[in-house]
Structure formats: structure tokens, C-alpha cells
């Protein structure tokens, strides 16, 4: 099974900010990295696939890069907004796996 | 628009049963794979099951596989998961997401609680 840890695992930032979040997967998952992100009692959102192409509607604030087993998430301009749970997932094989989290607050 | 609905949460007993549908709309539901996902109480994401568009592929995590089976009805586009067995561990949101063309989770439904306990 693949592991996935993120890091930081909490993040204290202020607006402006420029943030960025990292995910090592224990073994090779070429480009298969998604990131979501969820705030408290809603459901996660899509940010990112395939490690770095956008989705459809998500601000271009948002970057992902990486391939292999390291990848990261940035946030170029924190925005108030994006105070949230952040999480990576790997889709290159099965079990599924999902990080642990990094959670961002205000600081 | 493209919308996810859970249904079928709620408090049972250990060893006891339930059964959570995921109503599907605004898209071809037999043309996807979808996903169950599980949050417990202020923990971190667990994927729990996938399926494929035509029921031909099912994947299960350890620590339910032999206690939950999932299944869909493409007649009535609906996503289930039937849980046996349950235990205090699979007290958690209960989340269904359909798997996009790029096999990623790109929409989510609200959730819905499951709760196991005495």
C-alpha cells in the first residue's frame, strides 16, 4: 500500500502569504496526486489533479507540481478564503490513499 | 450541474446494520466510477470503496473489506453501500464522489453520519 505523509501537518499564515504544502508518497505514483480542499462541515473540493493542471474553476492562486514520490501545493497570495484543511490523495493504484492533512489557520 | 446526494446515515448498534444510497443527477451516472470516502469525528479522509461504471471492478479498504459492499443501479442512478458488522471505528461522514475522466474525485456529496453506538 502506498503512504502518503504531508507536511506541515499545520500551518499558521497571514493574508498575502505566499504557502506551500508537500506530499511524499512512499513509493513511485508518476503523476496520479490530486489535492483537495475542505472546510469545516463541507465536503472536499478539488483543487488539482493529475499533480499540476488546474481544475475548472479554482483561482490560479493555486499551483501544483511534482511527480514521482514528492510533490507540492502552493498558494501564490494567501487569501482569507483559504483558510482550510488541505489534503493530497493518490490515485495510482489501490488503496486509494489519502495524507494525513495540513491544516491552515490565520495568524 | 452535476449533484451528489447521500442518504441513510444515523445511530446503530455495534454489530448492526445500514444501508447508504447516494442519489446521482446532472451527469451520465453509468458512464463513471464512483467512490465511498469516510471522515471519523475531526480525523483525516479514508477512502472505503470504488466501483466502475458497469459494476465490473470493485476495490475495497482493509478495514472493511468482508463488511461493506458497495453497488450501484445505473436504472436509477444510484450509488449504495450496505454495512454490516459495524463497529464504534465506523462512526464517521460518510461521503460519495463520482470519479472524473481523469479517474480524480471531482465532485463530492454533503455527507451523510453514521453512527455506531451502544
Known amino acids: 500500500d502506498i503512504q502518503l505523509t504531508q507536511s506541515p501537518s499545520f500551518l499558521s499564515a497571514s493574508v498575502g502569504d505566499r504557502v506551500t504544502i508537500t506530499c511524499r508518497a512512499s513509493?513511485?505514483?508518476?503523476?496520479?496526486l490530486a489535492w483537495y480542499q475542505q472546510k469545516p462541515g463541507k465536503a472536499p473540493k478539488l483543487l488539482i489533479y493529475?499533480?499540476?493542471t488546474l481544475q475548472s474553476g479554482v483561482p490560479s492562486r493555486f499551483s501544483g507540481s511534482g511527480s514521482g514520490t514528492e510533490f507540492t501545493l502552493t498558494i501564490s497570495s494567501l487569501q482569507p478564503e483559504d483558510f482550510a484543511t488541505y489534503y493530497c490523495?493518490?490515485?495510482?493504484?489501490?488503496?486509494?490513499?489519502f495524507g494525513q492533512g495540513t491544516k491552515v489557520e490565520i495568524k | 450541474e452535476v449533484q451528489l446526494v447521500e442518504s441513510g446515515g444515523g445511530l446503530v448498534k455495534p454489530g448492526g446494520s445500514l444501508r447508504l444510497s447516494c442519489a446521482a443527477s446532472g451527469f451520465t451516472f453509468s458512464s463513471y466510477s464512483m467512490n465511498w470516502v469516510r471522515q471519523a469525528p475531526g480525523k483525516g479522509l479514508e477512502w472505503v470503496s470504488s466501483?466502475?461504471?458497469?459494476?465490473?471492478?470493485?476495490y475495497y479498504a482493509d478495514s472493511v473489506k468482508g463488511r461493506f459492499t458497495i453497488s450501484r443501479d445505473n436504472a436509477k442512478n444510484s450509488l449504495y453501500l450496505q454495512m454490516n458488522s459495524l463497529r464504534a471505528e465506523d462512526t464517521a461522514v460518510y461521503y460519495c464522489?463520482?470519479?472524473?475522466?481523469?479517474?480524480?474525485?471531482?465532485?463530492w456529496g454533503q455527507g451523510t453520519l453514521v453512527t455506531v453506538s451502544s
Open positions: 513509493q513511485g505514483i508518476s503523476s496520479y
Open positions: 493529475a499533480a499540476s
Open positions: 490523495q493518490q490515485l495510482n493504484s489501490y488503496p486509494r490513499s
Open positions: 466501483i466502475s461504471s458497469s459494476s465490473s471492478y470493485i
Open positions: 464522489a463520482r470519479s472524473g475522466t481523469t479517474r480524480f474525485f471531482d465532485y
